[in-house]
């Protein structure tokens, strides 16, 4: 009798026990799903976070002849200041660069094979530490429309037609001195095409470094799913 009443005795105590432990592998659970997510939303944030060199909102135009330089609000970059140049050929068509509402567009009159460029001037900047590229929004462009980057005015990466609208990586490995974005001091851009070419570019911006390094948050819910297990094997 003694010992009934013993083990009657206990067994609110293990049917507590054993509704605590699911409620808090229940709540462990839920955390590591939160954590999931909240860690997704960080990483699409990063990636997303990449310096702008020029987000085509100051307005600045130029036909057949050179523009600027003028200072240039919609970066990130120090101190940048741009300059617009447009030359057509023959000398009696139109080539024309013009600079607004996010949009860079470059067009050329009928018969005119001309080329464009932007340049690019800014304070000194380690690019290299925070960026691994640059990234092209094309939102239209002729098939025959070519693109050429020039860094420090030393560096090249030579003329490349990108086949069509879509986003587009330029790796500063691509260039023939990639030491130069550890101390960038200006940037060009030089366009080219056949007859009547044209084409139209969202946002310049540069492709985020990515660093391979395990966050606190990724570390705590692998803790808390370790404990999710453990208290399973528990039940079990």
């Known amino acids: ?17 054993t509704l605590l432990g699911k409620a808090l592998n229940m709540v462990i659970r839920k955390l590591v799903k939160l954590i999931a997510l909240f860690t997704l939303i960080l990483s699409a944030q990063t990636v997303q976070a990449g310096v702008i060199i020029d987000d085509f909102t100051d307005f600045q ?34 080539a024309e660069v013009v600079v607004a509402n996010g949009v860079l567009n470059i067009s050329n009159d009928f018969g005119s094979i001309g080329t464009t460029s932007i340049f690019y001037s800014f304070n000194t900047i380690d690019l290299a530490a925070i960026a691994d590229g640059f990234l092209f929004n094309i939102n239209f462009i002729d098939l025959s429309h070519e693109v050429q980057m020039v860094a420090n005015a030393t560096s090249f990466f030579d003329f490349v037609n990108f086949g069509g609208v879509g986003h587009y990586e ?36 540069t492709e985020t470094k990515s660093v391979p390094e395990p966050s606190v948050i990724a570390l705590l819910a692998v803790g808390l799913t370790a404990l999710s297990k453990v208290g399973n094997r528990k039940k079990a």
């Open 1 to 17: 009798m003694c010992a009934f009443n013993k083990w009657s005795g206990m067994l609110p105590q293990f049917f507590l026990i």
């Open 61 to 94: 135009a130029v036909s057949n002849g050179e523009n600027g330089p003028i200072s240039v609000v919609g970066t990130d970059l120090p101190n940048l200041l741009r300059t617009l140049t447009a030359t057509a050929s023959p000398g009696n068509g139109e």
């Open 170 to 205: 330029i790796g500063f490995s691509q260039f023939t001195d990639p030491s130069v974005f550890n101390r960038l001091t200006s940037l060009q851009l030089n366009f080219r095409g056949v007859k009547n070419w044209d084409a139209r570019f969202g946002s310049l911006v």
